[in-house]
C-alpha cells in the first residue's frame, strides 16, 4: 500500500501532444495523473485476466494517446494507434473506432493475442517481466519508430507504473488516494516562444518539449502547455 501511494506522489503531471493530433485547445486537456487514475483498474483487470503487465498497458495507451488527448482517442476511443475501419462523422482517419475506451482496451490484448509474432510473449513472460514484453512488443513491429520501446519504458519508469504490476486485491481498491494535485497550464499567447515561456516560468524548452511532446518549438496562440 505504501507503494502505490508512492507511485501516485510522484506521477509527473505533463501532457502529451502526440503526432496523431490533439483536441482542440480550448478543450479541458487530461493529464498524466488523472488518466492513470481513471484507467489503472482497467489495466490492473486486464492484467489479472490475460497475464499482461498492466504497466505495458497503462504506458502503450498513455503513449500512443497522448495521456487520452488525441483526436483518435477523443472522437474514435482508439488509445492503441491500431488501425482500422470508423464511422466517424467529425474525422477522417485510418484508425479504429471504438463504442468505448473499454473496448479499445480489450482490442489491444486481442491484437497482441491474435498476432503470431506476440501471442507468444504471453507464454514465456510474467506479468512483471515488463521490459521483456516492451521489447517483444517493439520487435514484433508494431511501432515503426526505433525510439518506441524506450519511450514507453521511460514512460513505466517516469511514473512507477511497475507498481501496478505486483498489487493485490486490497491495494487496487485503494489506489485511488493521496493523488497529485492538477498540473499548472500556460496559454499560448501573441508572441509567445518556447524559450521565453521556459524563462518566465523556471523551466527549460527541453523539459516543456518533452511535457508537452512537442518536436518543434513552434506554437500555436490558444495552445495549452503543461508546465
Not at 503487465?53 to 491500431?82: C, D, K, Q, T, V
Not at 492538477?182 to 524548452?205: C, N, Q
Amino acid at each position: 500500500m505504501k507503494k502505490i501511494n508512492n507511485v501516485l506522489r510522484t506521477w509527473c503531471l505533463v501532457g502529451g501532444l502526440m503526432v496523431i493530433g490533439i483536441v482542440p485547445a480550448a478543450a479541458q486537456q487530461i493529464s498524466p495523473a488523472a488518466y492513470i487514475q481513471q484507467y489503472k483498474d482497467m489495466a490492473i483487470n486486464s492484467m489479472r485476466t490475460h497475464g499482461l503487465p498492466a504497466s505495458i498497458i497503462l504506458a502503450i495507451a498513455m503513449h500512443e494517446s497522448a495521456y487520452g488527448n488525441s483526436r483518435i482517442a477523443h472522437h474514435l476511443n482508439n488509445h492503441f494507434g491500431i488501425k482500422g475501419p470508423n464511422n466517424s462523422k467529425v474525422i477522417r482517419s485510418a484508425y479504429k473506432g471504438y463504442d468505448s475506451v473499454e473496448e479499445s482496451y480489450q482490442d489491444f490484448i486481442d491484437f497482441l493475442k491474435r498476432r503470431e509474432s506476440t501471442q507468444e510473449l504471453f507464454e514465456e513472460h510474467e506479468s512483471h517481466e515488463y521490459r521483456e514484453w516492451v521489447r517483444g512488443i517493439a520487435r514484433s513491429g508494431y511501432a515503426q519508430s526505433s525510439s518506441w520501446s524506450a519511450k514507453v519504458l521511460g514512460m513505466i519508469q517516469k511514473y512507477n507504473l511497475d507498481a501496478f504490476d505486483r498489487v493485490d486485491g486490497a491495494e487496487a481498491e485503494n489506489t485511488d488516494t493521496d493523488l497529485p494535485s492538477e498540473p499548472e497550464i500556460y496559454v499560448v499567447k501573441k508572441g509567445d516562444t518556447l524559450s521565453a515561456i521556459a524563462r518566465r516560468h523556471g523551466t527549460t524548452v527541453k523539459a516543456l518539449q518533452l511535457n508537452n511532446g512537442l518536436s518543434t518549438s513552434r506554437l500555436q496562440i490558444g495552445q495549452q502547455l503543461f508546465l
